[in-house]
T-cell receptor, first 113, second 115 residues
Framework: DQQVKQNSPSLSVQEGRISILNCDYT??????FLWYKKYPAEGPTFLIS?????DKNEDGRFTVFLNKSAKHLSLHIVPSQPGDSAVYFC????????????FGEGTQLTVNP | NAGVMQNPRHLVRRRGQEARLRCSPM?????VYWYRQLPEEGLKFMVY????????ESGMPKERFSAEFPKEGPSILRIQQVVRGDSAAYFC?????????????FGPGTRLTVL
């Protein structure tokens, strides 16, 4: 039962353009969402998070949007840079289940110079 | 301020042997989580510990796997009698406290290969 899904295994964009990574979830108890970035042979690195009481959170080039009615969130990267090339994981948690994170399968982003 | 430390980074075991993975959380963090990533999959939660206590082990296989986080020293994930299906990357994460949704910070992982 995949409660967090990232339907696009890969995404390729040109440097300077916008990257949009999508994530869907099924568990209505999820109330906190995070995006992690992962390079090969390294652990995931926290990027940005959003609470369910918000619909948008921005940090520099990264913005996360949350649509609770659609159970959908997205990560926008503007402008995209070659160094952004990595696997991006969406994760979710529910307060009632403590801090355990449920991850999506990941999306490989490639930013071409 | 060192991040989450994991060792060894790579571990090779033959079927039937024991694997012992270590995790030292970030300074000041008292919450430790273990996740497993199988090839081509996302990370899957295994266990959540605080000092000397297992809080949530609902993601851990019932047999052969155990975890501890003693008062002194690193957290240990132990896999007894390893099988080929245990081959994966095992990541440890730590956080400062449970409330307010503190972000989890991950270590570099231990890549376990079972021959």
């Amino acid at each position: 039962d995949q409660q967090v899904k990232q339907n696009s295994p890969s995404l390729s964009v040109q440097e300077g353009r916008i990257s949009i990574l999508n994530c869907d979830y099924t568990n209505s108890m999820f109330d906190y969402f995070l995006w992690y970035k992962k390079y090969p042979a390294e652990g995931p690195t926290f990027l940005i998070s959003i609470s369910s009481i918000k619909d948008k959170n921005e940090d520099g080039r990264f913005t996360v949007f949350l649509n609770k009615s659609a159970k959908h969130l997205s990560l926008h990267i503007v402008p995209s840079q070659p160094g952004d090339s990595a696997v991006y994981f969406c994760a979710a948690s529910a307060q009632r289940s403590g801090s355990r994170l449920t991850f999506g399968e990941g999306t490989q982003l490639t930013v071409n110079p | 301020n060192a991040g989450v430390m994991q060792n060894p980074r790579h571990l090779v075991r033959r079927r039937g042997q024991e694997a012992r993975l270590r995790c030292s959380p970030m300074k000041g963090h008292s919450h430790v989580y273990w996740y497993r990533q199988l090839p081509e999959e996302g990370l899957k939660f295994m266990v959540y510990l605080q000092k000397e206590n297992i809080i949530d082990e609902s993601g851990m296989p019932k047999e052969r796997f155990s975890a501890e986080f003693p008062k002194e020293g690193p957290s240990i994930l132990r896999i007894q009698q390893v099988v080929r299906g245990d081959s994966a990357a095992y990541f440890c994460a730590s956080s400062e406290r449970l409330a307010d949704y503190n972000e989890q910070f991950f270590g570099p992982g231990t890549r376990l290969t079972v021959l």
